[in-house]
């Protein structure tokens, strides 16, 4: 097999320290010689380590992480040095021969043939919109389990808040429940702090604010709903900030945000998480492949085995899977016509992978062409084959009891 690279280096990182497998040529032509050492993981190290693979003139350093132990390795690397990350899976060893050592020797081996594709690492400024972003989702997500918390807890002194109104955390629960922390027990006085359409409910309201609301349940729930607020203030801060780091990338954000489904903080997201350069994927279905939003790939003698999706980018699957349920629902769209029909061809999930699968396709087509969305139309189906909808409608009044019988429109 073909040498690559002559000078290449394998490591394997822990926590505390990485295997370092330096793989130079021999005294011999044709030979090559391997030496494992052992390095820290503090910068100071690093540093070290990176001057050493300098002075021995390697042309590629290949690392394996676990977690995110690898990103201080990497971050200093890449100032100087040709550097990838590899997925664990696509390098793993031979069965019978893990060890860190021998992890090391392997990838450097690996990398000399030149056998090893890189991982996606954004630029700098994409990794601290990421940062952002990710941060974002996860205040968010805790905010929505502590409501969760506060609903259940609610349940316990008999108060069924939820049960008339849609949000607890809204203008008129937030009232009733602050003045329920205050003392006030009386349930038609806390149903008249309804405000807006929620007054036509007053005599829900009344029956759902009776119960057994205690200063134990004052304690508890203002708790709650100090949680709350500071998950808000969190968020808000996060937000602020992605507004000012987006500032390169508003102009893409715009385009994401012709998609139908497509919202801002969608839109934040698929930038974050792809860094906006479609030349990094080749194709659609190469960045579709990576999100993990397309069936794996998976036959042997002729059988085609099972074919689930694969993992990919959790965080752009999940705002990808928010942008597909809300365009689901929506009216004389392309991707509504296209959830429609899979839908009841195949099955609901089904069909919301397929939307993934379409929204991240024209993602793909407007970040490397530039240009804003165009549906197709929520008729698009009928006119890519009118004989077949013609066919099928007939067959559908058919089975009603109807018979058919078509004539040409004339026109008014």
């Known amino acids: ?18 295997k370092v497998c ?123 389990r502590e409501i969760q918390r506060l609903e259940k807890f609610l349940e316990g002194s008999g108060i069924k808040l939820s049960s008339v109104v849609s949000d607890l955390t809204g203008v008129s629960s937030r009232a009733m429940l602050e003045a329920l922390i205050q003392g006030e027990r009386h349930p038609e006085v806390l149903a008249g702090l309804a405000k807006g359409t929620l007054r036509s409910r007053i005599p829900a309201l009344v029956d759902a604010l009776t119960g057994r609301f205690k200063e134990h349940h004052a304690f508890m729930a203002r708790l709650h709903l100090d949680q709350i607020d500071a998950q808000t203030r969190i968020i808000d801060a996060l937000t602020d900030r992605i507004e000012e780091a987006m500032a390169p990338f508003r ?48 036959e042997s003698a002729g059988r085609i085995k099972s074919a689930h999706i694969l993992p990919g980018n959790k965080y752009l699957k999940a705002a990808l899977g928010t942008a597909a349920l809300s365009v689901s629902r929506s009216k004389n769209t392309y991707l509504a016509a296209k959830y429609q029909r899979i839908k009841f061809r195949r099955s609901p999930m089904i069909a ?36 077949k909808a013609r066919t099928n409608a007939i067959n559908k009044l058919n089975s009603l009891g109807y018979n058919v019988t078509l004539s040409p429109a004339t026109a008014a």
């Open 251 to 298: 102009a893409a954000r715009d385009f994401l945000a012709t998609i139908p489904g497509v919202s801002l903080k969608v839109a934040d997201v698929i930038i974050a998480e792809t860094g906006a350069d479609m030349t990094v994927f080749e194709t659609p279905g190469r960045l579709a492949s990576w999100a993990g939003v397309c069936p794996g790939s998976n």
């Open 1 to 18: 097999m073909d040498i690559v690279h002559e000078r290449a280096a394998g490591m394997d990182i822990s926590k505390r320290d990485a």
């Open 22 to 144: 330096l793989r130079v040529p021999g005294a011999r032509a044709g030979t090559y010689t391997s030496t494992v050492t052992t390095w820290g993981s503090t910068s100071g190290q690093i540093l070290e380590l990176r001057d050493f693979l300098e002075r021995e003139h390697v042309t590629t350093v290949v690392m394996e992480a676990t977690s995110d132990y690898w990103k201080p390795f990497f971050y200093l690397f890449e100032e100087t040095l040709p550097v990838m990350l590899v997925n664990a899976k696509a390098a793993r060893n031979i069965p019978g021969r893990k060890t860190d050592v021998s992890d090391a020797a392997w990838l450097a081996q690996l990398a000399a043939h030149g056998l090893l594709r890189a991982s996606f690492i954004p630029p700098e400024p994409i990794r601290d919109l990421r940062d952002l972003t990710r941060a974002r989702s996860t205040a968010t997500r805790d905010r929505t």
């Open 352 to 387: 919301i992978v397929a939307l993934q699968h379409s929204i991240l396709t024209a993602v793909w087509h407007l970040l490397a062409d530039g240009e804003c969305y165009k549906d197709p139309g929520a008729d698009y189906f009928t006119r890519l084959d009118p004989v």
